[in-house]
């Protein structure tokens, strides 16, 4: 065993295989950008083939490959499992899997594990029967969690080769020119799946709806693509949108949202052109709300705003309150509609979204973000991945990234969930570093991290109750109780990447 | 010396170091993409340094290196200029120059080569008092001119590694989001500059409009920039324009141009969704005026047009006879005006415009291109780069890419210019072979390439008068006279890459 930065004990043989986590910055240094093998295609060559499995057949994909999706359908896709049922039936083993996400839709994949169809996972998260799965301990390699950022510079360094990626598109041309604004199942940003499309050797374009050469505007161009395949449908537009425009009327939520609108209206950062990321989430979306209300009460307008996009940032933007978004991922379907229209809603991929091995991420330039939890614990350290029994439930994201890089990061959660604190000694998994978060807001009132003296005494007089960390700990405990500890077995069934691919925690088997 | 595939003697040494010219596809293999070394920028680092000089020494620039530019403000150009004053002012000497092309503005350039500045120099072209200079011998190593997707081609796969690239941007955020549509000088597309911004270990931008963040639309990103330095001014809009937008009263390019919209109006590609290039140049722009004129009688629309844009293009855009306009190069203000303004105009880089090495270039696509010529030979084969007294003052450009990739190439010329015969026995260089010509245009007539049995047969009744490629060179000389040999040295000042990188000619010294 090692211990990392953040007091968590990393088994050996995984210390030596990634390293450990030693800071915010500690591993971010030059190196040679990764590329891939181009097989070029020359003029009359054709690109689209019948069926996935031909797909699969000219990519020549075999035994021991590494390949990709994206989660841009979130829990709409049909991506993913089409393909791997595919693989399955040919007969093809031991292929590891490097999806930007996992989705409760991506059930079937237990089976692919089982029958050793898929033997090794790269993901920002497991959500569901699959996390439960995991941590049930069906795998014999550990699970690789890894954040947007981390992701996208896992790629770019070459820690992850992507043999071939199977991409699905909203709308294709024949030539492979893709983009998540028009077709059937519209998804708006492709971001994570334009960093697969540049650095896979091959790339699988997957549409629904076929259209005219050239397809505009072009998220993924045809210079990344080898093969453009048409099938019936590639996700489900309802799916797409699952559980993610919700605005909350749950009053704990609802003041939450204003204490955190108000730390973000009350700090420095707030003046003309600041910039801001609220996320989804019920009451992530009631912050952007609240938001909008001091700002037309203050008249200030924000340069951009950032990251997962959903209809209230896209309001903002029309209301003139935003200058500019900024889009990685969006979350409903008026925010793809707005992606398509709007020139000043704008695509990035998730490199230039989040990398801290880019020359430079968006999230460095941004003010502030709200962000959520499912843990924190009195060194203000942050678990979105397990649950309360330590089972894998949730998902990286952009959420060690994003708290990192901005100036001002917020950390919002209610004290319990029913019978389960939420502020702890020592949370489960460690994923986003105490280090770099700033402020965490709970309906009760905030905690500013120590570290953060000139918030401190910035926010002295502001207008809400404030609390050290250790004092939300023990109010929640007073509520339900200090939990039971959680009966780990020995298996590591995931490894915890921090954004520059050092280990920041294991999960164990439950 | 080696003979290649179009009866060149190459000379043993440059045969062994590119290659010889084998046919248009025979070099066309797998292969491992070239990547850069990236410097991770973090979290508060600043971009925005106070002069050239100072990028310069960021960069840590060294004698030997390679640096590059663009050639979009064409004779506007002040970013090469003054670079490379400040590089001999600070007494780093063998320097490689890799600009996409050079013009007559870049004079400046005779001395820094004299001075031991600059000692290799890879380019589209040369004009001028440059060219002339490097025919006069003044370098000791070959100018290596480089086709467009020749370029971008050499670029990728690592035959030319650029150290720093130094690129103009009208328009850039203090973190490298930079664009050719909004600022003082615009230029409209920076598809060149994307190439080097991609493939560079370092990039500095140079602008004279610095905007606030997040600068958009993003033709270079901020994942591709390392420095950003403000100058008074980078270019001169006269200059970006000079030359390329006089429409022709000539009578005899009238007749050319009618000539060639005929053909193309008249051949089996010509129909609903067509698409074409018909670049710059008088006889090029009023080709484009007399397609329209037949396309508005047929009421047949194209998909798209493609190339260097010239506002003939972006009118018949405007008025619905072109749906989309894709964009490597913009030749006047009203075209980098409209990729601003108009969705249906897009920018590409010119690796998706034209590089062989790409997973298809939108070339590949492209039914038909009017394209020019020096000199047209009894093979057809093309001269763009040497004048009849074998000095260089042409470019590659886009040539041999495009009459290559697209299903049928018209190359226009006059009989003769002056007391020039332009069609002649043998090119004094050859920049396309004459396989991927298919109709030559002169102003008595047309010649088909005999390889293309079924344009000859299709175009049997046309009204166009028609001979042989012998014939038209036989009628040049006719007029003129024999033009005399050229007394060339024996000396290599440019060696000619075919857009695969292998050696279709050399220049040698006047």
Do not use: W
Not at 160 to 180: C, E
Request: charged letters at 20%.
């Amino acid at each position: 065993m090692v211990m990392n930065k953040v007091g968590r004990d990393i088994p050996k043989e995984y210390a030596d295989q990634f390293g450990i986590y030693e800071g915010e910055l500690a591993h971010i240094s030059d190196y040679q950008e990764a590329s891939r093998v181009i097989k070029p295609v020359k003029p009359r060559d054709e690109k689209l083939v019948g069926s996935i499995r031909e797909a699969i057949e000219k990519t020549g994909l075999q035994d021991g490959m590494t390949i990709s999706f994206h989660h841009h359908f979130r829990e709409g896709d049909f991506v993913m499992n089409m393909v791997l049922d595919e693989i399955a039936k040919m007969g093809i083993k031991n292929i590891s899997i490097a999806p930007s996400s996992i989705a409760n839709v991506h059930e079937p994949l237990i089976d692919h594990i089982k029958n050793g169809v898929v033997t090794n996972i790269t993901s920002s998260g497991l959500r569901d029967k699959v996390g439960a799965a995991i941590s049930a301990g069906i795998m014999e390699n550990p699970v690789v969690i890894r954040s947007h950022g981390g992701r996208a510079r896992a790629i770019a360094a070459g820690d992850v080769h992507i043999d071939v990626a199977f991409l699905g598109a909203p709308s294709s041309d024949a030539y492979g020119n893709a983009n998540g604004t028009k077709g059937k199942a519209t998804c708006g940003s492709l971001g994570y799946a334009m960093i697969d499309a540049k650095y896979a050797d091959q790339v699988v374009i997957i549409t629904d709806t076929l259209v005219p050469y050239p397809n505009t505007p072009i998220s993924i161009p045809q210079t990344d693509v080898d093969y453009v395949v048409v099938v019936d449908a590639i996700g489900d537009p309802a799916g797409i949108a699952k559980g993610a425009t919700r605005f909350t009327k749950n009053p704990k939520e609802l003041i939450i949202a204003e204490y955190a609108s108000k730390v973000i209206t009350n700090s420095p950062y707030y003046k003309e052109g600041f910039s801001f990321q609220t996320g989804t989430g019920g009451a992530a979306l009631a912050v952007t709300r609240f938001m909008r209300e001091q700002m037309l009460k203050d008249n200030i307008k924000a340069r951009f705003a950032l990251g997962g996009i959903t209809n209230a940032m896209v309001e903002l933007l029309q209301e003139g309150l935003v200058e500019k978004i900024i889009d990685v991922q969006d979350f409903d379907h008026p925010s793809a509609v707005s992606l398509g229209e709007n020139a000043n809603h704008y695509e990035i991929d998730a490199n230039m979204y989040a990398s801290p091995f880019s020359k430079g991420a968006v999230i460095n330039q941004l003010d502030t973000a709200i962000l959520s939890a499912l843990e924190v614990d009195t060194d203000f350290n942050v678990n979105v991945i397990t649950g309360s029994d330590g089972v894998i439930r949730g998902a990286s994201g952009g959420h060690s990234d994003t708290s990192m890089a901005c100036k001002m990061s917020l950390v919002i959660s209610p004290l319990v969930r029913g019978r389960i604190p939420t502020f702890v000694e020592h949370v489960n998994t460690v994923v986003t570093p105490g280090n770099s978060v700033d402020v965490v807001v709970t309906e009760i009132g905030v905690a500013i991290n120590p570290l953060r003296q000139d918030l401190i005494e910035h926010f002295k007089n502001i207008d809400i109750p404030q609390f050290t960390i250790k004092e939300l700990q023990e109010k929640a405990y007073g509520i339900v109780g200090t939990p039971d500890a959680i009966q780990y077995g020995d298996k590591v069934v995931a490894v915890i990447e921090y954004r520059d691919g050092s280990l920041i925690d294991v999960v164990r088997n439950v």
